[in-house]
T-cell receptor, first 114, second 109 residues
Framework: DAGVIQSPRHEVTEMGQEVTLRCKPISGHDYLFWYRQTMMRGLELLIYFNNNVPIDDSGMPEDRFSAKMPNASFSTLKIQPSEPRDSAVYFC????????????FGPGTRLTVT | SQQGEEDPQALSIQEGENATMNCSYKTSINNLQWYRQNSGRGLVHLILIRSNEREKHSGRLRVTLDTSKKSSSLLITASRAADTASYFCAEGNAGKSTFGDGTTLTVKP
């Protein structure tokens, strides 16, 4: 298996622009997590899905952030409009029911908003 | 907010020595996990210890859990330069994991 795939790996955008981050979980995994990592705040859980349904989005910072999982093999995290403080590394992770705490992380997307 | 707190924040040792990292947490947990993150990479799951377990081993890794003190420790024995990374504990509860700030380990060859 190729592991969790994220795209793009790097994104540089200007303030106010829409940003879409993409994630393909490991085939067969039914949990998907989105995290954000910064030096100041560490690794924060933004939202997680189980069987494509959002379970907990309490970590989503504000309405500018939205996440979808239209099917078991694809998820997006959208920021609209983006702001410089959104600059961070965004990770997607997936796991399997029964071992849901054993998460497999993707390589991350490094987002820079200027 | 991050609940797990690792101690020390940074640790530097010589190859062959043992490395011990500690994690404290504040809430009740279902389990506690340890992850490794190499620079510029995603996290890699190392080991999970359940709340009813006190000690667990995996290769050169030994994890202990003391629920009365709300603390856990990760011991890496006979460290190697390749163990250089950041190590995170994560509290597992209600289906999600809450990560600490991590310990940066440097193993000098």
């Amino acid at each position: 298996d190729a592991g969790v795939i994220q795209s793009p790996r790097h994104e540089v955008t200007e303030m106010g622009q829409e940003v879409t981050l993409r994630c393909k979980p490991i085939s067969g995994h039914d949990y998907l997590f989105w995290y954000r990592q910064t030096m100041m705040r560490g690794l924060e859980l933004l939202i997680y899905f189980n069987n494509n349904v959002p379970i907990d989005d309490s970590g989503m910072p504000e309405d500018r952030f939205s996440a979808k999982m239209p099917n078991a093999s694809f998820s997006t995290l959208k920021i609209q409009p983006s702001e410089p403080r959104d600059s961070a590394v965004y990770f997607c992770a997936s796991s399997l029911s029964g071992k849901s705490y054993e998460q497999y992380f993707g390589p991350g997307t490094r987002l820079t908003v200027t | 907010s991050q609940q797990g707190e690792e101690d020390p924040q940074a640790l530097s040792i010589q190859e062959g020595e043992n490395a011990t990292m500690n994690c404290s947490y504040k809430t009740s947990i279902n389990n506690l996990q340890w992850y490794r993150q190499n620079s510029g990479r995603g996290l890699v799951h190392l080991i999970l210890i359940r709340s009813n377990e006190r000690e667990k081993h995996s290769g050169r890794l030994r994890v202990t859990l003391d629920t009365s003190k709300k603390s856990s420790s990760l011991l890496i024995t006979a460290s190697r330069a390749a163990d250089t990374a950041s190590y995170f504990c994560a509290e597992g509860n209600a289906g999600k994991s809450t990560f600490g700030d991590g310990t940066t380990l440097t193993v000098k060859p």
